[in-house]
């Protein structure tokens, strides 16, 4: 197996990690999910904003996972002979299904409820999907 760098569809990549922002701040706006994922991990948004050191650090890290879970899609849709969404759709899925179930291992450990591992891994599993679509469509 070769990654060749080269070779991704950047434009792909970079689509894919803005409708996956676009996604993730919708969800987890008051509009959808956001008053019920506060509740979920007890708190509020006062509290969140009163939270200490700069407000802008949860969405570079958001970007940059965002980064790294494309690329990986792209490059494993790269291995393919010709991938399309239904391949991308399917790498997505089973890498959402990987980071869904370590992710249940640590909520339970620290004893997170349901509601909040429901939601949370909501919006991991569609934002995969949305990678592997948008990736497998340009690739």
Do not use: C
Not at 22 to 27: A, R, Y
Not at 98 to 125: E, P, Q, R, Y
Request: glycine share 12%; charged share 10%.
């Amino acid at each position: 197996m070769e990654w060749n760098w080269g070779d991704l569809n950047y434009i792909a990549i970079v689509v894919a990690i803005v409708v996956g922002q676009v996604f993730g701040g919708l969800l987890f706006s008051p509009v959808l999910l956001g008053n019920a994922w506060m509740k979920a991990i007890g708190t509020t948004k006062e509290e969140i904003m009163a939270r200490p050191g700069p407000k802008a650090v949860p969405f570079v890290i958001a970007i940059g996972a965002g980064v790294i879970v494309a690329l990986i899609i792209a490059h494993i849709l790269q291995q393919l002979s010709d991938p399309g969404i239904g391949e991308g759709l399917l790498v997505g899925g089973a890498l959402a299904a990987v980071f869904a179930g370590m992710d249940a291992t640590h909520k339970s450990f620290a004893g997170n409820n349901l509601k909040h591992f429901l939601i949370d891994n909501i919006h991991t599993v569609i934002t995969f999907l949305i990678f592997g679509a948008i990736i497998g469509v340009w690739e």
